[in-house]
């Protein structure tokens, strides 16, 4: 009876943690560590406020901008898009809507480039809080240039929102 106890709380405690981020638990099933990638980049992410200014850039830019990967794409081609600063700061703020909404929907996660020789470009886990985050490794390269300059910027934007919520 002893064992039949200690194998259902073993169960239960792989059932909870691995309930603990949903998004884990979808990337998972994925297995391959790019695949995993673009589907979080590609989260649809809904009902995001919008104002006169955001329609604008919509149109402009030709997307809908719900998806951190177009959000970031765009955010770091600012300067070749000759994005005013208006329209880098909805951007950012998305980004920041972004970060509130995966928190929320308990899909927990962060962005960060690796520079270097040989840059990391996947999937990772980390734990803040107690909670097990994804971790989107996006690469890069040993030069910095403006525009990694601003795509890191807007990485930890939102990384550093999201560490917030889990924080509070």
Do not use: H
């Amino acid at each position: 009876m002893k064992k039949l106890v200690f194998i259902a709380f073993l169960f239960c405690s792989f059932l909870m943690e691995s309930q603990e981020n949903k998004l884990l638990n979808r990337i998972n099933q994925l297995g391959d560590g790019l695949l995993q990638l673009k589907y979080v980049l590609d989260i649809k992410v809904d009902s995001i406020p919008e104002d006169g200014f955001s329609k604008l850039l919509k149109i402009k830019l030709n997307s809908d901008l719900d998806n951190l990967g177009d959000v970031f794409a765009f955010y770091a081609d600012g300067k070749e898009l000759e994005l005013s600063r208006k329209e880098q700061s909805i951007l950012e703020n998305r980004v920041t809507y972004f970060a509130s909404w995966f928190v929320k929907n308990e899909s927990y996660a962060l962005v960060k480039s690796s520079g270097g020789i040989a840059p990391v470009t996947g999937i990772n886990v980390d734990s803040i809080s107690g909670k097990k985050v994804v971790v989107l490794l996006m690469g890069g390269s040993c030069t910095v240039t403006e525009r990694d300059a601003r795509e890191d910027y807007i990485y930890r934007l939102f990384s550093n929102k999201v560490r917030s919520f889990l924080n509070q």
